[in-house]
């Protein structure tokens, strides 16, 4: 249950979509261009209103397409603004284009995505398709287990993205997340205000007085320099991911880290996963644990830039890890998160750990406890040797 | 109506040295626009294509005021973002000058695949001023067709062989679907007029809402002509009236540029390559649609005029 950890804090009962748009009418960022997609609709809808109300001084651009909505977004920071929008599935998938040049051009545009899966067959609920195919696009990606942090994430998101120069998303799951009324503690306008400061560009198209030419064409002679300059920002912003974490709990008390870790110090058999049914798995260990079992979990909060270097210290010495996917590459071998995972091992030299990959959830497909119980009862029998490891994809809960 | 020695006296905002083919009717507009602003401030968007590859090829640049690219089918959009933060720093007081905002796109980028973001921005009444500038083909990728290019033409998309002539579809009408969305100003325009397209540059800029302006610009590749026709050519254009010069001034039509006599279309056909199989005996008829094509287009715009003139 959400306590209250800043003195001048508010506990308030929000969605997740709710408190995502009250996230953003306090950075009350210069532009927002949007377009409606379930189940991220409300968020632009209830920032619109407070637009409406002259509650913030934003202006609102109801755009006629996502892939205009990312443009605006894109020709607003570049002109000088904080700029924001939001979106879902196939939002994201017709803005995708944009997302490369969004990044590309280094700009620190913050986005509220709501998991929802990818046509075809169209499906409106929560798995996480959307956004891990924009795994590659450059942008900072934070996930959500609840509407707390994605409160919160949303406004770290701002100073971590005008920081380090590169567009951030912060998700929550589709209908789970952003649909779900929690108990979330909100801070103060003036000291959310204070937290993220003023955004001061180094140079914006309005400056009239030192114009400037951006989104040239880029040859054979510079396109790969500032590539790697994007790849180098995206290394560099897990320093800055961290700094920005920090500065947040020296503010308002709440702790964030690239990932957490829940139970691992001693763990020997472990689930990684990311965003709601983390908190799913959390009941499933403190049973095991009364149990004597020693399971943990770890959560990736922050898949873009991969926090490969500490996860695999934090993982090296558990037996058997199963790693959730809520999505499918379709690659004819394993699912993104897996991937990341076990290259990370390999780099790292670590191969002691038996590592599995579980799919699940797809389509908002239910993910219970007793799912994730049966996960953790297989790593066990894998790691005492009574089993195999298996080396395929494991679904969860699915009919063949 | 503008005046040739004020104009003179503004600066050159678009500057030599850029990498356009000799004799693009692209850069010509480029210039003769930003010209027309005076001494304005302006950002300007482009689409992608010939005009963008061509002046900003990192790191140079021949633009002197902000100029912005990022696709190929938003220059409208991102224009629209651009003025959105001009309005939102205006209000609070971080920006203070009064800037306009141009965006430009070829006929592909403004005709095909940026028409919904054209349209949209246009519905939202940014406060924009959108410039086509309309080389009737997809020159960047290789003489391709779009939907400007007219009736007859060989492209690379649409070429003249053994069974087919070239394009066989009529243009999109654009103009008259932007003046259809009712924005307060809409016009055509031509390379070869400057007195024509900076005046209305400077009505369009002045407009209090979205403005559009489609300029036929000629491409010595595509089109294939010697580069030093490239004035010539257009001023046939309108004398055909194959591209009639005119404006829609918040829902009122005005021909701009009447030609004293009308001559036939062959006249602007002939001496470009992208039309030299028209000229074989067996496509008489085809030149013969084309020819009544005009002249009914022609007509209905003079009809135009003269109901818009009385309402
Ligand atoms: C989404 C997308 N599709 C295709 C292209 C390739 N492309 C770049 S420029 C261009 C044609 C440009 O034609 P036009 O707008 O008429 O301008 P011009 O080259 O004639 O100046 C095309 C097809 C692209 N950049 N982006
Ligand atoms: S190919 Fe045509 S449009 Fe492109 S620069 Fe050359 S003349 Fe201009």
């Known amino acids: 249950m959400i306590k209250t950890v800043y003195p001048k804090g508010r506990l308030v009962a929000k969605t997740g979509n709710e408190v995502m748009a009250e996230a953003m009418r306090q950075i009350e960022p210069d532009v927002v ?10 968020i632009v809808q209830i920032f619109s209103q407070f637009v409406a109300d002259g509650i913030v001084k934003s202006e609102y651009v109801a755009v006629e397409s996502e892939h205009s909505a990312m443009s605006a977004t894109i020709a607003a920071s570049a002109a000088g603004a904080r700029a924001m929008t939001g979106t879902s599935s196939q939002g994201l998938s017709l803005m995708w284009e944009m997302l490369y040049i969004a990044s590309g051009l280094r700009l620190p545009i913050v986005m509220a995505e709501v998991n929802r899966a990818i046509s075809a067959p169209i499906n409106i609920h929560g798995d996480q398709s959307d956004t891990m195919g924009a795994r590659d696009a450059g942008w900072i990606q934070i996930y959500s287990e609840n509407s707390q942090e994605a409160y919160d994430n949303m406004i770290q998101a701002t100073k971590i993205a005008e920081k380090a120069k590169l567009p951030v998303l912060v998700t929550t799951d589709g209908f789970i997340i952003s649909h779900c009324m929690e108990v979330v503690e909100t801070y103060p306008d003036e000291d959310v205000k204070n ?33 790697w300059q994007l790849a180098q920002a995206m290394r560099d912003a897990k320093d800055i991911v961290l700094e920005v974490a920090k500065d947040f709990e020296n503010t308002f008390g709440r702790k964030y880290d690239l990932y957490e870790k829940f139970m691992m110090d001693d763990a020997e058999i472990a689930v990684v996963v990311i965003g709601s049914t983390a908190g799913t798995a959390k009941v499933v260990i403190k049973e095991l644990r009364e149990k004597g079992i020693k399971a943990g979990l770890i959560k990736i909060r922050v898949f873009r830039p991969f926090p490969a270097e500490t996860i695999v210290k934090d993982l090296a010495n558990v037996k058997a890890i199963a790693v959730m996917d809520r999505s499918d590459s379709c690659s004819g071998t394993y699912a993104p998160v897996y991937s990341d995972v076990v290259s990370a091992l390999y780099a790292a030299g670590i191969t002691g750990p038996k590592a ?16 994730i119980a049966a996960i953790y009862d297989k790593l066990g029998k894998i790691a005492s040797g009574a089993e195999k490891a298996f080396t395929g994809i494991e679904y969860v809960n699915v009919r063949f | 109506m503008a005046n040739i020695k004020e104009l003179s006296k503004n600066p050159e905002r678009v500057t030599g040295g850029h990498r356009l083919c000799a004799g693009c009717g692209a850069g010509i507009v480029a210039r003769q626009t930003l010209l027309a602003a005076g001494n304005t401030p302006v950002v300007v968007t482009s689409a992608t294509g010939c005009l963008e590859v061509s002046t900003t090829i990192f790191p140079y640049t021949a633009w002197k005021s902000s100029f912005f690219h990022s696709a190929f089918e938003n220059s409208a959009a991102t224009c629209s973002g651009i003025e959105a933060a001009y309005r939102s720093l205006k209000k609070q007081g971080k920006v203070t000058e009064d800037i306009r905002f141009i965006a430009f796109g070829g006929d592909g980028g403004t005709y095909d695949i940026g028409i919904q973001s054209l349209s949209g921005a246009m519905e939202r009444g940014h406060k924009i001023l959108y410039v086509c500038y309309n080389n009737e083909a ?124 009308k001559k036939p279309i062959t006249e602007f056909l002939k001496p470009q390559g992208r039309f030299k199989h028209l000229f074989k005996p067996e496509n008489a008829p085809i030149l013969e649609q084309i020819q009544k094509e005009v002249d009914a287009k022609w007509e209905l715009l003079q009809k135009k005029v003269e109901i818009f003139s009385k309402a």
């Open chain 1, 195 to 227: 937290f993220i400061g003023e955004y001061k560009p180094d140079r914006y198209l309005l400056d009239t007085k030192r114009p400037y030419t951006l989104g040239s064409i880029d040859l054979q002679d510079y396109y790969f320099e500032h590539r």
């Open chain 1, 33 to 42: 261009a949007a377009y409606p997609i379930t189940p991220a609709t409300e």
């Open chain 1, 356 to 371: 599995i990959n579980y799919v699940y959830g797809l389509g908002g497909r239910e993910i219970n406890t007793e799912h």
């Open chain 2, 138 to 261: 997809y020159m960047n990728t290789g003489i391709q067709r779009s939907g400007a290019t007219p009736r007859g033409a060989h492209t690379t998309t649409a070429p003249s062989g053994k069974v087919h002539q070239g394009k066989e579809q009529n243009r999109k009408d654009l103009t008259e679907i932007m003046a259809a969305h009712g924005i307060p100003y809409a016009a055509q325009a031509y390379v070869g007029n400057w007195n024509d397209y900076v005046t209305k540059v400077q009505k369009a800029l002045a407009a209090n809402g979205p403005s559009f302006i489609n300029v036929l610009t000629p491409c010595r590749l595509g089109w294939a002509y010697k580069p030093e026709d490239t004035m010539t050519l257009n001023r046939l254009a309108v004398e055909t009236c194959i591209w009639p010069s005119y404006e829609v001034e918040n829902g009122i039509y005005k021909i701009n540029v009447k030609p004293k006599e």
